[in-house]
Nanobody
Framework: QVQLVESGGGLVQAGGSLRLSCAAS????????MGWYRQAPGKQRELVAT???????NYADSVKGRFTASRDNAKNTVYLQMNSLKPEDTAVYLC?????????WGQGTQVTVSS
């Protein structure tokens, strides 16, 4: 089992920045791709960014150039640096990890961007 705990969410004004963290614990050996997803009220969960063990990243078009995912494998932690935040970025942000074909999810952290 893998436990994922997100932190770093909060309330920020449009144009501001936040940095999210996701720490993995438990059976962390074999964790591969990790990612960030978000879900706004009344909307489907959507992919924000993924990052491989080697650090290769992939981003949703809506966040390219504003968000940066990074990873510290020694700490089993992934980060999401979010800059130039917009009100439409408001959502619960969830961390995801893939380990031996099983997906694990964190509980999420709320990000609210005021206009």
């Amino acid at each position: 089992q893998v436990q994922l705990v997100e932190s770093g969410g909060g309330l920020v004004q449009a144009g501001g920045s936040l940095r999210l963290s996701c720490a993995a614990s438990g059976s962390t050996f074999g964790i591969g791709v990790m990612g960030w997803y978000r879900q706004a009220p009344g909307k489907q969960r959507e992919l924000v960014a993924t990052i491989t063990v080697g650090g290769s990243t992939n981003y949703a078009d809506s966040v390219k150039g504003r968000f940066t995912a990074s990873r510290d494998n020694a700490k089993n932690t992934v980060y999401l640096q979010m800059n130039s935040l917009k009100p439409e970025d408001t959502a619960v942000y969830l961390c995801n990890a893939l380990r031996f074909r099983i997906q694990y999810w964190g509980q999420g952290t709320q990000v609210t961007v005021s206009s």
